[in-house]
Nanobody, 119 residues
Framework: QVQVVESGGGLVQPGGSLRLSCSAS????????MSWYRQAPGKQRELVAA???????NYDDSVKGRFTITRDNRKNTVYLQMNSLKPEDTAVYYC?????????????WGQGTQVTVFS
């Protein structure tokens, strides 16, 4: 049984920083892309940042220069360092991992962690 668990959300003032973590476990052979998404109230879930197993990254334009995604393949963990946070970054942040357990791969999602930026 694969588990994907996020942590690190919380309350922060504008301009502040948070670091999210996401770890996957449970019968994993390998992990391809790992990604962070977010969903604000009344809005669709959107991709924030993604990183391949080789370390290539891509970001939504709204977070470029402020957020950094990294991963530790030995720990099956991905991080999202969020700096210069803005009120519009407020959302539930979800981790997605594309995991190989057998021949095929599947996407697994975490339960989400709330990030609230308030003034």
């Amino acid at each position: 049984q694969v588990q994907v668990v996020e942590s690190g959300g919380g309350l922060v003032q504008p301009g502040g920083s948070l670091r999210l973590s996401c770890s996957a476990s449970g019968g994993i052979l390998s992990i391809n892309d790992m990604s962070w998404y977010r969903q604000a109230p009344g809005k669709q879930r959107e991709l924030v940042a993604a990183v391949t197993s080789g370390g290539a990254t891509n970001y939504d334009d709204s977070v470029k220069g402020r957020f950094t995604i990294t991963r530790d393949n030995r720990k099956n963990t991905v991080y999202l360092q969020m700096n210069s946070l803005k009120p519009e970054d407020t959302a539930v942040y979800y981790c997605k991992a594309n995991i190989r357990r057998t021949v095929n791969t599947s996407d697994y999602w975490g339960q989400g962690t709330q990030v609230t930026v308030f003034s």
